[in-house]
């Protein structure tokens, strides 16, 4: 009732100030909430990035074996320096003429071979036995012969192939006949092409450093030094390399290309430590008509690696975001994302928390993956077709309703992070939809890359980017052989044993998606 009164007995004009000042605080009120609902979902849009990342860095610690992040990444095949002595002998000899015999009395005398080791003897002689010179055609008689050694290998078991060159004489024109000498891989070495590839194959493919294969051949019966091996490797790297240079061209002649990297370590010469380094892959499109792989290692992860394979190769490169790629996509290359990579955020997304955007956005990957298990088998235009009438409607609404959302996610959450990966390369990752040869993602490359990164377990480190480049070479022949359908071992020996005598110009012959053994 006082307090009426009082305000009975101001003044109009009294009364509108005293408005004016309640209005004021309301103003301040209003003001200090808004602050204080953008203050709280900010810190809401923070514990949910906070629970997001721990939850995946749960995963990677306590997830199962086969989701689990290796804590240790080990480095890159270890490799002896042996191997890139022997290589760098092995090219300079490529680069001099040949030279005069020289005098037998100066090669140095190689240690028998066992006398336990089981032995093979094959026998060479000449197709005739007449005398060839003109006018004599005299039958001609065995006066001795010439046996060499090699050593072979099948897993476990060591055996020695004696090769016995028989001479032959005419008595009449004293002229003498023998059977030439097979070309090897290692000239006047002891293996045979079949314990080179038991070697490269075990390195490469099973993952067995050297050190390990010395004590498996020493448990067969003979230890080969690891300094042997190593130079074994060396010389077989340079060997097979035009063949690997062959396999690259192949690979550049198609429209649509695989890339993907992942890191290794690499020895610093001289420095005893080791930095990154990257092993690139590049793959023909999942639905090209061939299936092969080229792997390049490199000091970096630089895109200039990438824009030196690629050369002026101009098509439709499949890959992640990584922007050492952007470059060629301005220079003619079009770009073709991966829709797995953008469908992995929103299943981190769901795993962390059961995101209910998340769990929609899931659903609609798995309509438009639903639609590519039915049409990986079709013609390009097949595809195509049935992708424009199913898959497009789905990817517009998918991309309409992201938009949708993303308007109502404060930037700094993982949802909006999730968004955004999507909404930005939107363009590269629905392209597919517009051209039947292209796949929806890049898993056909992380496919051929995944033995690397489970082969790293057992390696220690490239040595040299000699090493590193070397076993690029030879692991582009292995996983493409594989690819293929072929066994690694029966490929490389085969091919290791037609190469020294094999054309140049027919090399590609001899490519994994070409081979045919030769006793075919």
Known sequence: MVQQQSLNNLSAEQLREMVA??????????????????????????????????????????????????????SLLEDEIEADLAAVAVEIEQLQPPAAAPDAKQQPKRQPLPTQLPRREIHHEPESTTCSTPGCGCQMQRIGEDVAEK????????????????????????SIQQAPVDAHVIDKGIPTA?????????????????????????????AIPR???????????????????????????????????????????????THRAYLWAYAPG??????????????????EHARAFLGDWEGSLVCDDFSGYKAGFANGITEAGCLAHARRKFFDLHAANK???????????????????????????????????????????????????????????????????????????TRFADDGQLPVDNNWIENQIR?????????????????????AAVM??????????????????????????????DIDQLLPHRWQPADA
């Not at 055996?159 to 032959?168: L, M, N, S």
């Not at 080179?196 to 004590?215: G, I, M, W």
């Not at 690259?248 to 198609?254: V, Y």
């Not at 956005?361 to 424009?388: G, P, W």
């Open 227 to 273: 300094s042997t091996l190593a130079q074994w490797v060396g010389t077989c790297g340079v060997r097979l390399q035009p063949l690997v240079d062959a396999l690259k061209a192949e690979i550049l002649s198609h429209r649509v290309l695989h890339a993907d990297e992942t890191p290794v370590q690499m020895l610093k010469p001289g420095k005893g430590t």
């Open 476 to 505: 582009s022949l292995v996983q493409s052989a594989r690819m293929t359908g072929h066994d690694p071992y029966a490929y490389l020996r085969d091919v290791l044993t037609r190469l020294p005598t094999h054309r140049t110009r």
């Open 151 to 174: 050593l072979d290998y099948v897993p476990g078991v060591f055996t020695v192939e004696r090769h016995i060159r028989g001479k032959w004489a005419c008595a009449k024109c004293e």
């Open 355 to 429: 995101s209910q955007i998340a769990g929609f956005a899931l659903e609609q990957f798995s309509k438009v993956y639903d639609i590519e298990r039915e049409v990986k088998d079709l013609n390009a235009d097949q595809r195509q077709a049935i992708r424009q009438q199913h898959s497009k409607p789905v990817l517009n609404a998918l991309h309409e309703w992201m938009t949708l959302q993303r308007h109502k996610m404060p930037d700094s959450s993982a949802t909006a992070r999730a968004l955004d990966y999507s909404l930005r390369r939107w363009t590269a990752l």
């Open 21 to 74: 000042s309640l209005m004021g605080h309301v103003t301040d009120k209003d003001a200090q909430i808004a602050r204080h609902q953008t203050e709280l979902k900010h810190s809401q849009a923070l514990n949910a990035k906070l629970t997001h990342e721990n939850a995946l860095l749960k995963r990677m610690k306590f997830a199962a074996q086969s989701e689990r992040f290796n804590a240790e990444q080990k």
């Open 194 to 222: 079949g314990l080179l590839a038991q070697v490269l194959v075990a390195k490469y493919a099973d993952h067995l450093p050297l050190y390990r294969q010395e004590s498996i051949f020493g448990r067969a019966g003979l």
């Open 451 to 471: 033995p690397i990164a489970i082969g790293r377990n057992n390696w220690l480190f490239a040595g040299s980017l000699r090493a590193g480049q070397r076993a």
């Open 286 to 303: 999942a639905f090209e008509d061939i299936k092969a792989v080229v792997y390049d290692f490199c000091e970096s992860r630089a895109g």
